[in-house]
């Protein structure tokens, strides 16, 4: 089956995009997902927005309110946002009531940044561009090739593993 949906992906930071600097810290950087999407050849196109650079941590209903502003005005029923992994489930179930009928919305990042060796930056945007084209439409979290709806799911900190609560 072939779908002409085009994915618009939104990065807000989070691990997925930090690098480090030669003083040996981690910042956030450019959007990863542009990165990685140069090793593939999408039959889709995919556009890449940049929207907040900051650690999940420090992620605020301002800056919610700011992410659902640019999904409302994306072009696109399928959007894909990168998210720092600590608050990306509380960000999920934020814009649950938030998100337009009709629009799939899939959270992905990282445990590991992107530019170093053994992430799953790869596999999870990978992962997250597939299910925002094939899930229903609603807000989803994507990571550890597994898909969570939003309000199911949590980040165990033990581990780094999302698991399901519902």
Same mark, same amino acid.
């Given at each position: 089956?072939?779908?002409?949906?085009?994915?618009?992906?939104?990065?807000?930071?989070?691990?997925?995009?930090?690098?480090?600097?030669?003083?040996?810290?981690?910042?956030?950087?450019?959007p990863?997902?542009?990165?990685?999407?140069?090793? &593939?050849?999408?039959? /889709?196109?995919?556009? $890449?927005?940049? %929207?907040?650079?900051?650690d999940? !941590?420090?992620? #605020?209903? +301002?800056?919610?309110?700011?992410?659902?502003?640019?999904?409302?005005?994306?072009?696109?029923?399928?959007?894909?946002?990168?998210?720092?992994?600590?608050?990306?489930?509380?960000?999920?179930?934020? &814009?649950a009531?938030? /998100?337009?009928?009709? $629009?799939?919305? %899939?959270l992905?990042?990282?445990? !590991?940044?992107? #530019?170093? +060796?053994?992430?799953?930056?790869?596999?999870?945007?990978?992962f997250?561009?597939?299910?925002?084209?094939?899930?229903?439409?609603?807000?989803?979290v994507?990571?550890?090739?597994?898909?969570?709806?939003?309000?199911?799911?949590?980040?165990?900190?033990?581990?780094?593993?999302?698991?399901?609560?519902?």
């Open positions: 089956m072939s779908h002409a949906a085009d994915v618009t992906v939104i990065a807000t930071g989070g691990t997925i995009d930090k690098e480090y600097l030669l003083a040996g810290d981690l910042a956030v950087g450019e990863a997902a542009t990165r990685i999407l140069h090793t &593939l050849v999408p039959s /889709v196109t995919v556009r $890449v927005v940049g %929207v907040l650079a900051i999940s !941590r420090d992620m #605020t209903d +301002a800056d919610r309110d700011v992410l659902a502003r640019e999904i409302g005005a994306a072009e696109t029923r399928a959007i894909v946002v990168t998210h720092g992994t600590d608050t990306m489930a509380d960000t999920a179930e934020y &814009l009531s938030r /998100v337009a009928d009709g $629009v799939t919305v %899939v992905t990042g990282a445990l !590991r940044p992107e #530019t170093v +060796a053994g992430t799953d930056a790869h596999v999870n945007l990978g997250a561009l597939a299910a925002a084209q094939l899930a229903g439409p609603g807000v989803y994507a990571m550890g090739a597994r898909l969570f709806a939003a309000g199911t799911v949590r980040k165990d900190l033990a581990t780094g593993a999302f698991v399901d609560v519902s």
